[in-house]
């Protein structure tokens, strides 16, 4: 049962970080921290913000709007000390494909309902099983969707003229740039490219500098002053709106519903898998500990808060969560502050995007991408073991080229059947040999079981306990090393208690757990027709007990 926090007569799993921090003591020191670690945050967060929204096929306001509403709620409400929310690069595919089939106001019902399935999914606890989603399986999907979003960037960053629409499937996109490469704009490229080198060469030698946003007033500068003929925000989208959009609902009609519950649900697995890999990431990096409910949680409330402000979905950042930790940040409040820094910019300097290229944007999330590759990573599961190898390709690739819902839920199936051979193979017995105290006599033989005694390792084991109960002997089973059995071992061992008494035979359990006896007793087991003693000497008594009879 969850634990009580005083006075508050709920459970400390819903508990918001910010509470905790408040009642451990909030001195002015900790707010100047968490205002310097903000600004720092929204730095980092301002270009990164726009060009995901632009990514995404939205305009770039949108993105700053869920990153000011979403990411002030995700920190006031989370369960994670240093979480930062925003719009995310792992949804930029998922988003983009759900404005081509439904238009932006289906994306934003899709943000407001899959808000409500995160709340419910943190209210029913979900949070603590979504943590376990096995290691190759988030290599391999972060390491698609970095493809993806580098694939998404190409036309941006040389600049090319297509006669339609960029198609979504990628391989349909590698050939549609392909067939435009006469439109390459090398002026573009090289704004893509100072971008990108201003990024990584401040990361050697000025890793605490805002290179990302350096890099773009750069190649912003740079590109007015030279005149460059580079598409702008200014020019696609024209100016930024200079405040937040009055809170709407999105259509709720049964239609519209309809047509957004898929790609909601899509949004909620997604965000709440990418929030809790970030706390998890958070945690690391600090030694604190989030609550992964009330995490859920405060995702599904910043998802219709962002869509009731025209935003998008939100979820924990990795990339401005580790930004933030490194920064010094103290709690709740920076991720809090981070979002009030971005609306000002959105108050005071929103002008200013206009001039940025849109090329430069594209550098940016070019060097997200290739960070996000975890290629180190990558390849040592693809060298570690056959099944690793497969679970970490076979999510890769699934993200990649078919679908990321399909790309995870096939990457944990394939995961789970891959732990469950190890599991079996953990699995075994062996005879008693003739030099121990409990050495196989005419009346009885002893096998020692090793190991889970689970539906796989009974279907490894089965056959060959079925051969040994064949001889009109009591067959003994030292159970002391099984750790546990599902309900399946537990069918297994009545079949064989009845194959042995249909030969004349018994089956004597010993060493058996309380938890094990309990399992096999569901499952139907009955003194006498199998025999539950507690070691190999109460066997040999009721055995002479048999013969004196």
């Given at each position: 049962?969850?634990?009580?926090?005083?006075?508050?007569?709920?459970?400390?799993?819903?508990?918001?970080?910010?509470?905790?921090?408040?009642?451990?003591?909030?001195?002015?020191?900790?707010?100047?921290?968490?205002?310097?670690?903000?600004?720092?945050?929204?730095?980092?967060?301002?270009?990164?913000?726009?060009?995901?929204?632009?990514?995404?096929?939205?305009?770039?306001?949108?993105?700053?709007?869920?990153?000011?509403?979403?990411?002030?709620?995700?920190?006031?409400?989370?369960?994670?000390?240093?979480?930062?929310?925003?719009?995310?690069?792992?949804?930029?595919?998922?988003?983009?494909?759900?404005?081509?089939?439904?238009?932006?106001?289906?994306?934003?019902?899709?943000t407001?309902?899959?808000?409500?399935?995160?709340?419910?999914?943190?209210?029913?606890?979900?949070?603590?099983?979504?943590?376990?989603?096995?290691?190759?399986?988030?290599?391999?999907?972060?390491?698609?969707?970095?493809?993806?979003?580098?694939?998404?960037?190409?036309?941006?960053?040389?600049?090319?003229?297509?006669?339609?629409?960029?198609?979504?499937?990628i391989?349909?996109?590698?050939?549609?740039?392909?067939?435009?490469?006469?439109?390459?704009?090398?002026?573009?490229?090289?704004?893509?490219?100072?971008?990108?080198?201003v990024?990584?060469?401040?990361?050697?030698?000025?890793?605490?500098?805002?290179?990302?946003?350096?890099?773009?007033?750069?190649?912003?500068?740079?590109?007015?002053?030279l005149?460059?003929?580079?598409?702008?925000?200014?020019?696609?989208?024209?100016?930024?709106?200079?405040?937040?959009?009055v809170?709407?609902?999105?259509?709720?009609?049964?239609?519209?519903?309809?047509?957004?519950?898929?790609?909601?649900?899509?949004?909620?697995?997604?965000?709440?898998?990418?929030?809790?890999?970030?706390a998890?990431?958070a945690?690391?990096?600090?030694?604190?500990?989030?609550?992964?409910?009330?995490?859920?949680?405060?995702?599904?409330?910043?998802?219709?808060?962002?869509?009731?402000?025209?935003?998008?979905?939100?979820?924990?950042?990795?990339?401005?969560?580790?930004?933030?930790?490194?920064?010094?940040?103290?709690?709740?409040?920076?991720g809090?502050?981070?979002?009030?820094?971005?609306?000002?910019?959105?108050?005071?300097?929103?002008?200013?995007a206009?001039?940025?290229?849109?090329?430069?944007?594209a550098?940016?999330?070019?060097?997200?991408?290739?960070?996000?590759?975890?290629?180190?990573?990558?390849?040592?599961?693809?060298?570690?073991?056959?099944?690793?190898?497969?679970?970490?390709?076979?999510?890769?690739?699934?993200?990649?080229?078919?679908?990321?819902?399909?790309?995870?839920?096939?990457?944990?199936?394939?995961?789970?059947?891959?732990?469950i051979?190890?599991?079996?193979?953990?699995?075994?017995?062996?005879?008693?040999?003739?030099?121990?105290?409990?050495?196989?006599?005419?009346?009885?033989?002893?096998?020692?079981?090793?190991?889970?005694?689970?539906?796989?390792?009974?279907?490894?084991?089965?056959?060959?306990?079925?051969?040994?109960?064949?001889?009109p002997?009591?067959?003994?089973?030292?159970?002391?090393?099984?750790?546990?059995?599902d309900?399946?071992?537990?069918?297994?061992?009545?079949?064989?208690?009845?194959?042995?008494?249909?030969?004349?035979?018994?089956?004597?359990?010993?060493?058996?757990?309380?938890?094990?006896?309990?399992?096999?007793?569901?499952?139907?087991?009955?003194?006498?027709?199998?025999?539950?003693?507690?070691?190999l000497?109460?066997?040999?008594?009721?055995?002479?007990?048999?013969?004196?009879?």
């Amino acid at each position: 049962m969850p634990h009580t926090v005083k006075g508050q007569g709920g459970p400390t799993e819903y508990l918001p970080k910010l509470l905790t921090v408040w009642r451990e003591g909030y001195r002015l020191s900790d707010l100047r921290a968490d205002a310097l670690a903000g600004l720092t945050v929204a730095i980092v967060a301002l270009p990164l913000s726009m060009a995901i929204a632009i990514a995404s096929g939205v305009g770039p306001e949108r993105g700053l709007f869920t990153a000011i509403v979403g990411g002030f709620l995700v920190s006031a409400l989370g369960g994670s000390r240093y979480q930062i929310g925003g719009p995310a690069g792992a949804f930029i595919v998922l988003v983009a494909a759900c404005v081509i089939e439904t238009g932006l106001p289906g994306l934003i019902l899709a943000t407001f309902l899959s808000g409500f399935m995160l709340i419910a999914g943190g209210a029913l606890r979900l949070g603590t099983y979504i943590r376990y989603i096995p290691y190759p399986v988030t290599v391999g999907f972060t390491a698609g969707i970095a493809v993806i979003i580098f694939a998404s960037q190409l036309r941006e960053m040389f600049g090319l003229t297509l006669p339609g629409a960029e198609p979504g499937e990628i391989l349909a996109k590698v050939e549609a740039l392909w067939a435009a490469r006469g439109t390459v704009t090398w002026a573009a490229v090289a704004v893509a490219a100072l971008t990108a080198a201003v990024i990584l060469g401040l990361r050697r030698l000025r890793p605490h500098w805002p290179g990302m946003l350096i890099a773009v007033a750069v190649a912003s500068t740079a590109a007015a002053l030279l005149s460059l003929p580079v598409e702008t925000i200014g020019t696609r989208f024209g100016a930024l709106p200079r405040v937040l959009p009055v809170p709407a609902l999105p259509d709720l009609s049964p239609a519209a519903i309809q047509a957004a519950l898929p790609w909601a649900a899509s949004f909620a697995l997604l965000g709440a898998i990418e929030s809790l890999l970030s706390a998890v990431v958070a945690d690391g990096m600090s030694g604190a500990r989030h609550r992964s409910n009330a995490e859920l949680v405060a995702q599904g409330v910043a998802n219709v808060g962002s869509a009731l402000f025209g935003g998008f979905c939100v979820t924990g950042t990795i990339a401005r969560t580790a930004t933030n930790v490194r920064a010094g940040s103290r709690g709740p409040v920076s991720g809090m502050l981070h979002s009030l820094f971005l609306l000002l910019f959105l108050l005071v300097a929103a002008p200013l995007a206009a001039y940025i290229p849109l090329a430069a944007l594209a550098g940016v999330l070019a060097v997200v991408a290739w960070g996000m590759a975890e290629r180190h990573e990558f390849a040592a599961l693809v060298r570690a073991t056959r099944g690793d190898a497969l679970v970490v390709l076979a999510t890769f690739l699934l993200v990649v080229f078919r679908d990321l819902t399909e790309g995870i839920l096939v990457g944990f199936s394939l995961a789970g059947l891959v732990f469950i051979k190890r599991m079996s193979e953990t699995a075994g017995m062996r005879p008693s040999s003739d030099a121990t105290p409990d050495a196989q006599r005419a009346d009885r033989i002893v096998y020692h079981l090793e190991g889970p005694y689970f539906f796989g390792a009974a279907a490894q084991l089965g056959g060959v306990l079925e051969r040994i109960a064949e001889a009109p002997r009591a067959l003994v089973l030292d159970m002391s090393a099984v750790p546990l059995m599902d309900s399946s071992g537990a069918r297994g061992v009545l079949q064989l208690a009845a194959r042995a008494r249909r030969r004349g035979g018994q089956i004597y359990l010993i060493g058996l757990r309380p938890a094990l006896r309990r399992v096999l007793e569901s499952q139907g087991a009955r003194e006498p027709e199998v025999h539950f003693l507690p070691d190999l000497a109460a066997v040999d008594a009721r055995l002479a007990q048999g013969e004196s009879a």
